[in-house]
């Protein structure tokens, strides 16, 4: 099972960017799907989920400016991004769990300046 996240790049402030989470190996349709980002010097945190049955989860901070969404013919789920901030420069990543472990993307950089 792998998940290959994708999408991060450079993008001004007040741009948007669509992060992309590819899976193999399982069905993300049956699965939660995290958002978490890490930002220099931080700690990863959560930023954004979906349940299997579509509940949408975000924190407070980012509600209204980013929005899960899947693909499930493309197994791919998607994270977009509005309005971006300098403080939302991170390195992106998706997240699963599969029989009891958490399986991680990659991760993909987002840097928001001018």
């Known amino acids: 099972v792998q998940l290959q996240a994708s999408g991060g790049g450079l993008v001004r402030p007040g741009g948007s960017l669509r992060l992309s989470c590819a899976a193999s190996?399982?069905?993300?349709?049956?699965?939660?799907i995290g958002w978490y980002r890490q930002a220099p010097g931080k700690q990863r945190e959560f930023a954004a989920g979906?349940?299997?049955?579509?509940?949408?989860n975000y924190v407070d901070s980012l509600e209204g400016r980013f929005a899960v969404s899947r693909d499930n013919a493309k197994n791919t789920a998607y994270l977009q991004m509005n309005s971006l901030k300098p403080e939302d420069t991170a390195v992106y990543y998706c997240?699963?769990?599969?029989?009891?472990?958490?399986?991680w993307g990659q991760g993909t950089q987002v840097t928001v300046s001018s």
């Open positions: 979906m349940s299997s049955g579509g509940d949408l």
């Open positions: 997240k699963i769990r599969y029989w009891g472990r958490d399986i």
């Open positions: 190996g399982t069905n993300l349709s049956s699965k939660t």
